[in-house]
Structure formats: structure tokens, C-alpha cells
């Protein structure tokens, strides 16, 4: 079966440029989120997706930015690149069903590296 | 603030034991979910437990869920090498919030 699509797996970027993070979902789920991981922490959520309209924001730099197109699959922009931002970004997808975030389905994840 | 807040931090256990985690949380929640994840990988679902269950299985999987005191703990049984990862849990708050919210995870190490 179709897992979430994450690309690319590794990402290199030098302070103060700019990287593009790109997530497909799961055929037909209907919500995205976006989480960043640093080493050893949890996943901190950035940002999500209700049928390609944002839905809910963490705390998400204003360097950031995510939109989901129209066929379903989501990017997520970072501009001016802090070595703090070097970390593992995690896209999941999963189907809302009765009002609930249930089982989200993650991708191997985007590990970014800013030197 | 952290909606879950797990313990303990780190586990060392032999194969064959039993492992068991908690996690605490702050709000009123639909359902708390455990993940695992290897390290540097993907995390994976592995069970669901809703707001008005107490108890779950799944295979070497047992989940419970005290809404009383907003806490849930995942055991796992008879564990194996394989088993070695760590775990979350994360909570779907019920105020209608579209995101699942991490604890801090448990990084279990099952030795052979």
C-alpha cells in the first residue's frame, strides 16, 4: 500500500537560505500535519491541513510557511535557515473521522541539515 | 506546555520481560494514541484508545487509559531485541484542535 512520500531524505542548506520540504499523503486522507523533531526531542507540531485548507498552527517560525495544493500534497517552506532549524521534519496524513485526529500514517521524514 | 509528559525517560530491560510506559497529560481529550519510532525513522501507529475505552489489546500490546487521572500506560509483553525504540504517546484534545500532540517519549533498550 501507499505510504506518505517525503522528499527529499536529506537536505544540506547553509545559513540564510532557503529550503522547500515536499509531503505526499496517502491517497484520499484528508488531513496533513507537519512536525519537526530535533535530536532527542518529541515531535513538535508546526502546522496542519484539513482538505487543503490550514487548519491548526503550533509554534511555527514566521521564517516558515506550508500550503497544500490542489492535488493533496503539501510543502513546507523555510527561509532564512538558522543552524537551530537543522532537525528532522516529519509530514503524516491521516483521515478525520468523526471529528477525530485518529491514526496518523508518517513519512521516513526530511532530515535537514543547515551549516 | 507539553500535552504529554511520559515516563520513564529511558528503559533497560532483558528479552522476555515486560515493558511498561506511562504517559500523563494536561486537557480533556477524543483519544490518545501510542506511536513508536526507530531511531532517525518514521514514527508508526500502534494503538488507539478513545476517551470513553479503559483498556485496549492488540498482540503484546496492552493500553489502558484513566480519563480520572489523564494518564495512560502501554505495556508490552514478553518483549523482544526487536522491540528496542522509542515511544509516544500523543493526545487528540477534544477542543477541537486539529493535530495530535507528543509527549516526550520513553527510548526503551531490550537486550538479547
Known amino acids: 500500500a501507499a505510504g506518505v512520500i517525503q522528499s527529499p531524505r536529506h537536505l544540506i542548506k547553509e545559513k540564510r537560505e532557503t529550503a522547500t520540504l515536499k509531503c505526499y499523503p496517502i491517497?484520499?486522507?484528508?488531513?496533513v500535519y507537519w512536525y519537526q523533531q530535533g535530536p532527542g526531542q518529541d515531535p513538535q507540531f508546526l502546522i496542519s491541513?484539513?482538505?487543503?485548507?490550514?487548519?491548526d498552527k503550533g509554534s511555527i517560525p514566521d521564517r516558515f510557511s506550508a500550503q497544500q495544493f490542489s492535488d493533496y500534497h503539501s510543502e513546507l517552506n523555510m527561509s532564512s535557515l538558522e543552524l537551530g532549524d537543522s532537525a528532522l521534519y516529519f509530514c503524516?496524513?491521516?483521515?478525520?473521522?468523526?471529528?477525530?485526529?485518529?491514526?496518523?500514517?508518517f513519512g521516513q521524514g526530511t532530515r535537514l541539515t543547515v551549516v | 506546555s507539553q500535552q504529554g509528559e511520559e515516563d520513564p525517560q529511558a528503559l533497560s530491560i532483558q528479552e522476555g520481560e515486560n515493558a511498561t510506559m506511562n504517559c500523563s497529560y494536561k486537557?480533556?481529550?477524543?483519544?490518545l494514541q501510542w506511536y513508536r519510532q526507530n531511531s532517525g525513522r518514521g514514527l508508526v501507529h500502534l494503538i488507539l484508545?478513545?476517551?470513553?475505552?479503559r483498556e485496549k489489546h492488540s498482540g503484546r500490546l496492552r493500553v489502558t487509559l484513566d480519563t480520572s487521572k489523564k494518564s495512560s500506560s502501554l505495556l508490552i509483553t514478553a518483549s523482544r531485541a526487536a522491540d528496542t525504540a522509542s515511544y509516544f504517546c500523543?493526545?487528540?484534545?477534544?477542543?477541537?484542535?486539529?493535530?495530535?500532540?507528543f509527549g516526550t517519549g520513553t527510548r526503551l533498550q531490550v537486550f538479547p
Open positions: 503524516a496524513s491521516s483521515l478525520l473521522t468523526r471529528g477525530e485526529n485518529t491514526e496518523a500514517f
Open positions: 491517497p484520499r486522507h484528508d488531513t
Open positions: 491541513f484539513y482538505e487543503k485548507m490550514q487548519s
Open positions: 486537557t480533556s481529550i477524543n483519544n
Open positions: 484508545i478513545r476517551s470513553n475505552e
Open positions: 500523543a493526545t487528540d484534545a477534544s477542543y477541537n484542535t486539529d493535530k495530535l500532540i
